[in-house]
Antibody, heavy 114, light 107 residues
Framework: EVQLLESGGGLVQPGGSLRLSCATSGFTFSDTAMSWVRQPPGKGLEWVSA????????YYADSVKGRFTISRDTSKNTVYLQMNSLRVEDTAVYYCAKAGTWEWGQGTLVTVSS | EIVLTQSPATLSLSPGERATLSCRASQSVSTSLAWFQQKPGQAPRLLIN???NRATGIPARFSGSGSGTDFTLTISSLEPEDFAVYYCQQRSNWPLTFGGGTKVEIK
């Protein structure tokens, strides 16, 4: 059974940093592309970032490029999202998702506020 | 960036009725289009991959069609559990993008 468990969310001031983690199990993590998707309160889905193992490629939405960094640790089957220079508009539930079958975690809430 | 426009924003229907949801892309996405369902307080769930391939466990009343820039999700006969928000997503080009969603509500 595929399992994805996000953690690391919380309250942070504008300009601050957070690192989200997504611990996975139930599939071959090293061969699988992973995405982060966010959803502001009461709004729609926004794709944020992806890691593709084929070429170790990393991809970002324009809204986070230069501020967020996706990475992974294959020894821990975990994908990360380092978020720097956070803005109020980054407030959202952040989900990790497994490519292919697009299974999702339960999400972790990030609130950027002073 | 490929923009996906979903219509209508809200669809008010009764159980047993047919739902037709539209997703239009600003440029061709070939067949790299998916549909997700999201219920309140839950993560999205994949319904349809590659325009018309139902994900594992998805009932046959859900079907997808289209190509290029115009796509449709059809729910042949609405069940009570189908009232939710539906999103399309393109995976043709980076960045991946989602449509704004269609809420299917009980009339």
């Amino acid at each position: 059974e595929v399992q994805l468990l996000e953690s690391g969310g919380g309250l942070v001031q504008p300009g601050g940093s957070l690192r989200l983690s997504c611990a996975t199990s139930g599939f071959t993590f090293s061969d699988t592309a992973m995405s982060w998707v966010r959803q502001p309160p009461g709004k729609g889905l926004e794709w944020v970032s992806a890691f593709t193992p084929i070429n170790s490629g990393t991809y970002y939405a324009d809204s986070v490029k230069g501020r967020f960094t996706i990475s992974r640790d294959t020894s821990k089957n975990t994908v990360y999202l380092q978020m720097n220079s956070l803005r109020v508009e980054d407030t959202a539930v952040y989900y990790c998702a497994k490519a292919g079958t697009w299974e999702w975690g339960q999400g972790t809430l990030v609130t950027v506020s002073s | 960036e490929i923009v996906l426009t979903q219509s209508p924003a809200t669809l008010s229907l009764s159980p047993g009725e047919r739902a037709t949801l539209s997703c239009r892309a600003s440029q061709s996405v070939s067949t790299s289009l998916a549909w997700f369902q999201q219920k309140p307080g839950q993560a999205p769930r994949l319904l349809i991959n590659d325009v018309s391939n139902r994900a594992t466990g998805i009932p046959a009343r859900f079907s997808g069609s289209g190509s290029g820039t115009d796509f449709t999700l059809t729910i042949s006969s609405l069940e009570p559990e189908d009232f939710a928000v539906y999103y399309c997503q393109q995976r043709s080009n980076w960045p991946l993008t989602f449509g704004g969603g269609t809420k299917v509500e009980i009339k």
